[in-house]
């Protein structure tokens, strides 16, 4: 069964950074295209950035340059490193499968970011 930990999130000025980190769990993670998604209240989740399993990497046009997605397969995780953050990336991060979300989505890990 596929578990899905996200962690790393918080509350943090506007032009903060954060990094976010998930260890899924019940795959063969070397093997699987990994994504970061969010949801901001009142909006539909979206797909933020993807990396495959090889490292290429894709990114939504409004984090591009700001966020880096990225993994190490040794440990089993996938990052996402958030800088310059904006109020607009107030949201719940989930990582899941890339491009499409195939894995149960997990708790999710809150960032705020205050202007």
């Known amino acids: 069964q596929v578990q899905l930990v996200e962690s790393g999130g918080g509350l943090v000025q506007a032009g903060g950074s954060l990094r976010l980190s998930c260890a899924p769990s019940?795959?063969?993670?070397?093997?699987?295209?990994m994504g970061w998604y969010r949801q901001a209240p009142g909006k539909q989740r979206e797909l933020v950035a993807g990396i495959t399993s090889v490292g290429t990497t894709n990114y939504t046009p409004s984090v591009k340059g700001r966020f880096t997605i990225s993994r190490d397969n040794a440990k089993k995780t996938v990052y996402l490193q958030m800088n310059g953050l904006k109020p607009e990336d107030t949201a719940v991060y989930y990582c899941?499968?890339?491009?499409?979300?195939?894995?149960?989505w997990g708790q999710g890990t809150q960032v705020t970011v205050s202007s």
């Open positions: 019940g795959i063969i993670f070397k093997l699987s295209a």
């Open positions: 899941n499968g890339y491009p499409t979300a195939t894995m149960g």
